[in-house]
């Protein structure tokens, strides 16, 4: 039960971050040239997210991350299965991570496109156990 409330905690949290949380100004160094984004805001633009794709990894934590940060997929989140660990954003929400493979959904191909990513650690599927 416990691990239940604390998975769930995690995705709670998880969710605030990407619903809640509005991206703010700032000022990036990029190969040497100081890009300012605060002032200006353009009216010909769109939102890029449309869907949350959320996945489980069949994985311990550190298997996770190296197959999401060194393998041919990724993912925009990682929640980890242990309680005081951070979430990972190993990419940013503002580049496509590669996590839905060959998509569809409601009419929209490349899932990848449109959504961000997020991995639950998880072992899989497991033996269950009857409880009485």
Sequence with gaps: MKRTI???????????????CKPQAYVAHTKGYRINAKGYDS???????RMLVIHYTVGDTKASISELTQGPVSVHYL????F???IYQLVRE???AWHAGV??????TNVNDVSVG???VNPGATKWSVIP
Excluded: M, N
């Design 94 to 96: 503002d580049k496509r």
């Design 6 to 20: 604390r998975h769930a905690t995690w995705f709670w949290i998880g969710g605030c971050l990407l619903v809640c």
């Design 79 to 82: 929640i980890t299965d242990r």
């Design 43 to 49: 009216k010909s633009q769109d939102e890029r997210i």
């Design 118 to 120: 997020i991995e639950i």
């Design 103 to 108: 998509s569809y959904w409601r009419g929209r």
């Design 84 to 86: 005081r660990e951070p």
